[in-house]
């Protein structure tokens, strides 16, 4: 690419990347407004994406790394909105100064001096492992517990605040009862937990409950589905739900109509549907 090209393409980038960091700003400034409102905190993802975007096609892969880290720490709070606190406002305000440094620079040479980048680099990776630290502190995860019998499915949602004990405990209680799990997995940025368990038969509601709370879940909800058949195989059974999707909650992936491992999934944020209209929560595939 010859230099006059280069530099226009620099230059489109930096007429860009200033409208997007004056949204970041501005959003990031009012933090506290921003993240109960599912169309703001989309605009400041946005915002970061493209960035990363462009600065990914112009190798600029410091800016490329703190965009992607903003963008990720944004989703976290779309993910799981929580009460903002000063701390978290200034830490992120601290790695959107970062960011917008290294953009002047490139505006001042037209490019980014290596050793310069590095240094604002080194500036931002005690600031992200302060977030990250603090977030894991902040965003407890979401449970979903799914245990299975020949004779019942019960579907725990709540959450827990460790998420590296509770795994670790759930394994041990659910072996106590005689059970097995089937799956174990991380959603959304890890802060959600997915967990299949299967029971021997009769295993009362009671002591199941037991082990998911006594792991360290605090469970806000049960479910018990009790109109099933089983696999062919006997071995695991076919969730079966007459339930109809609430009309708001059509195509978003956290909802009815999509299956998992034989089961019709439900929602693990608002499992009897969104109180409102309006679902803060809802996210399309």
Do not use: W
Not at 29 to 44: D, E
Not at 170 to 179: A, D, E, K, T
Not at 255 to 262: E, N
Request: hydrophobic share 35%; charged share 20%; glycine share 8%.
């Amino acid at each position: 690419m010859l230099p006059e090209q280069l530099q226009r393409i620099i230059g489109y980038f930096l007429e860009e990347a200033t409208e997007h960091l004056q949204i970041l700003e501005e959003g990031l400034q009012s933090l506290q407004n921003t993240v109960p409102a599912p169309q703001r905190i989309h605009h400041l993802i946005r915002a970061s994406h493209s960035i990363k975007g462009g600065a990914a096609m112009l190798g600029f892969s410091s800016i490329q790394r703190i965009a992607h880290r903003l963008e990720h720490y944004l989703k976290q709070l779309r993910e799981c909105p929580i009460a903002v606190d000063s701390r978290l406002q200034s830490l992120l305000i601290e790695v959107f100064d970062i960011l917008a440094a290294l953009v002047y620079k490139v505006s001042k040479g037209f490019g980014l001096n290596h050793e310069e980048a590095n240094q604002l680099l080194s500036l931002a990776e005690p600031v992200f492992d302060e977030l990250d630290a603090y977030l894991r502190v902040l965003i407890p995860t979401r449970l979903t517990v799914r245990a299975t019998t020949d004779e019942h499915i019960h579907v725990f949602s709540g959450y827990c605040t460790s998420l590296a004990e509770y795994s670790s405990a759930i394994v041990s209680r659910v072996g106590l009862l005689g059970g097995t799990i089937t799956r174990h997995e991380h959603e959304g940025l890890g802060i959600r937990l997915c967990i299949d368990i299967y029971l021997p038969p009769y295993t009362r509601i009671e002591n199941i409950r037991q082990a998911v709370e006594l792991s360290g879940a605090i469970i806000g909800t049960v479910q018990t589905q009790r109109d099933f058949s089983l696999l062919a195989t006997g071995d695991y059974p076919v969730y079966q739900s007459a339930i109809e999707p609430p009309a708001i909650c059509t195509g978003c992936r956290y909802y009815y109509g999509r299956r998992d491992g034989g089961y019709l999934l439900n929602c693990t944020i608002h499992p009897r549907g969104p109180e409102t209209e309006d679902c803060r929560d809802r996210e399309l595939e």
